[in-house]
């Protein structure tokens, strides 16, 4: 007799691997602000004058169920000229992520931000949005938080994700863990503007 309200269908599906009798099921999504989030992100973004840098963004907490060890190990791949990564977050993963990036001779204190209560700001800083996780993410409410804030995404091809991004439609989905395929679509994203606008025109 138990009640489940998962925030996707993901989550939903992850339920019956388990012995359980439903009573009752329905998805009640998360949600975000979206015209807050676009007014806020467009404010700053036209506010910046003379950037001379790209900049690829994650937000999620530093812990097992995310993956930012594989977007830290493609971006040291990637070399290119006045790239830069933020990672906001805190959590248990802190220590490992700070030796990996000191491993491929990257700034830990460039790279990590630590937990941010102006998420809408910071992805007004944003040029690409990037999110590597694990089978384990439920739903990624930071998809939503940076769609609402015109940014071209690149996520990994799990449930969670997928459903979010419409399998795709709305943000490039590669292998979960893969570090050559999140190479490849960091490159393609980062050097085709064209991809980057029509992923933005996309999720409006």
């Not at 990994?156 to 419409?166: G, K, N, Q």
Request: charge should be positive.
């Amino acid at each position: 007799g138990v009640y489940l309200v998962p925030a996707s269908q993901s989550i939903m599906h992850s339920f019956s691997k388990f012995n359980i009798k439903l009573k009752k099921t329905k998805v009640i999504y998360n949600s975000c602000n979206i015209s807050k989030i676009e007014t806020i992100s467009d404010k700053v973004r036209s506010n910046i004058k003379n950037k001379n840098f790209f900049n690829v963004v994650m937000v999620g907490r530093l812990d097992p169920i995310k993956d930012q060890k594989t977007l830290i190990e493609a971006f040291s791949r990637l070399k290119i000229p006045n790239l830069k990564l933020k990672i906001i977050g805190k959590g248990p993963e802190y220590s490992n992520l700070y030796k990996l990036t000191k491993q491929y001779s990257l700034n830990p204190n460039e790279i990590f931000s630590g937990e941010s209560f102006n998420i809408p700001e910071i992805l007004g800083e944003a040029d690409i949005f990037a999110f590597s996780t694990t089978k384990a993410e439920g739903f990624g409410i930071v998809l939503i938080e940076a769609m609402a804030a015109n940014l071209p995404i690149i996520a990994s091809d799990i449930p969670a994700c997928r459903e979010v991004l419409f399998d795709g439609i709305g943000g490039i989905l590669v292998e979960a863990g893969n570090i050559s395929e999140w190479e490849k679509g960091l490159r393609e994203l980062i050097n085709k503007k064209s991809i980057r606008d029509n992923l933005i025109k996309k999720n409006k």
